[in-house]
């Protein structure tokens, strides 16, 4: 009973604030980067709270479990390709005054380039949607015991209402909300575990390297999955909404820091688990220990934090997707298109995740094609110098061998494959710049 209530409260909290919202989403630039006038602590806690989603929260307390100290990598490597980010691209992209990361493409690659972005990101983050639809509906089941299926249905309605009437204003407004929530459970949970519920003295092991975890899969994890949040329309899209070139690179900094602390935090959440939980129910860690090893309030506190960051990622994506699809895909202008492009890929989204429900699986298989192939061609683009220009043909070739190769790590399983697909990228793309023959005029 209590946790319906708290649901309802919640959920009619963050309606409350899109509503609020509503009256700024007048045109394209206001609905999709908040009419590029964010203070940088707004743009900072939403870069946070869209890349630690509960996916990726649950998913890493699960992964730690399973394989000990190095699920530290899957949140850390984020953290540093944020730092890497701010020195390199973030007062680039916001001077760009763009509103989409394919728009951005269309100035250093061209329109058959963007066009080829544009579909890449929406396979990819309509896959990232699926992530977070599984995520929030465990969290409901586990508050409600609903069935999975109508646990998905209900999330996924919620998550796409919130975001048709808020826009990207309301979800950074929202974030900042969001976050805190998630920050205060996770500190309040670790402190309970380790102090109150202490595991044996040498339970808990900090190793760099497993039986299940070795050099190569953190060359992947760093490399690959660190490329993802190194280039990421979403992150592009809060780095678009900044007030400021130098706001946008402070914010990527803080960000950056914030997401090594948070990967020591949940990190040590699953290691406790692992040494105290030797069976879990048939439940996720991070949700068993939610039902069943913490005082009930702190239990619902918990639950609560990750429906946020769950939303507080689900409702970027969408923003996303359907704004690559109205301005980039179909070369609208409307508002109204973003709205009905945000239902389109809710329901994908949610008809992928009533079978598709391994977390982390998921969200791997997703950047493996995105990362190895648009993060290397674009980098590339961004920072040639003397407004040198990669030609089409070319960026285009990389950009697909590199999503090819990817792919085929993700069917795989390969590690190694991604990594070759971002290397034949970034050559492919050096090689379009420095080659003699024609270029595209001096970039703006």
């Known amino acids: 009973m209590w946790a319906d209530f708290v649901l309802i409260v919640y959920a009619g909290i963050l309606l409350g604030i899109a509503l609020l919202s509503f009256k700024y989403n007048t045109s394209l630039e206001n609905f999709l980067v908040a009419g590029h006038k964010q203070r940088k602590i707004l743009v900072t806690a939403s870069m946070l709270a869209s890349t630690i989603g509960g996916g990726i929260t649950i998913g890493t307390v699960a992964s730690a479990y399973r394989i000990g100290f190095p699920a530290f990598w899957f949140v850390a490597a984020g953290g540093i390709a944020h730092f890497l980010q701010g020195a390199l691209l973030s007062e680039r992209v916001r001077a760009s005054e763009a509103l989409t990361l394919p728009d ?216 996303t997707a359907a704004g690559i699809l109205e301005h980039d895909v179909f070369k609208g202008t409307r508002v109204a298109g973003v709205r009905m492009w945000t239902v389109a890929v809710g329901v994908v989204g949610a008809a992928i995740a009533l079978y598709q429900t391994d977390v982390i699986a998921m969200l791997i298989k997703t950047y493996n094609g995105y990362t190895a192939g648009l993060v290397p061609a674009l980098f590339v683009a961004l920072m040639l110098p003397g407004g040198r220009k990669i030609r089409p043909a070319w960026g285009f070739a990389a950009i697909a061998g590199g999503y090819a190769l990817g792919l085929a790590g993700s069917i795989t399983g390969s590690k190694v494959l991604p990594l070759l697909g971002m290397a034949f990228s970034a050559g492919l793309a050096l090689a379009g710049a420095w080659l003699p023959g024609p270029t595209r005029a001096a970039r703006p």
């Open 104 to 319: 951005l493409a269309d100035r250093y690659l061209g329109p058959v380039v963007r066009m080829e972005i544009s579909l890449v990101i929406l396979v990819t983050w309509i896959g990232i949607s699926a992530a977070q639809f599984v995520a929030a509906a465990r969290v409901i089941t586990t508050l409600t015991g609903m069935p999975h299926p109508g646990a998905v249905a209900s999330a996924a309605a919620f998550i796409v209402i919130y975001t048709l009437i808020g826009g990207q204003k309301s979800v950074l407004r929202t974030d900042l909300f969001q976050f805190g929530v998630l920050a205060a459970a996770i500190v309040l949970v670790l402190g309970y575990l380790f102090l109150a519920k202490p595991p044996a003295p040498g339970a808990v092991r900090i190793d760099l390297f497993t039986k299940d975890f070795g050099p190569m899969d953190l060359v992947y994890y760093v490399v690959v999955l660190g490329g993802s949040y190194f280039i990421c329309p979403m992150m592009f899209s809060r780095i678009l909404s900044a007030d400021t070139p130098a706001n946008a690179r402070t914010s990527s900094f803080l960000s950056g820091i914030g997401m090594l602390i948070f990967a020591f935090a949940i990190t040590f959440v699953g290691l406790w688990a692992r040494a105290a939980l030797p069976d879990l129910g048939g439940m996720d860690p991070l949700n068993a220990i939610a039902k069943n090893h913490l005082p009930s309030v702190l239990g619902i506190v918990l639950i609560v934090g990750l429906l946020a960051a769950i939303l507080s990622t689900a409702d970027t994506v969408l923003i």
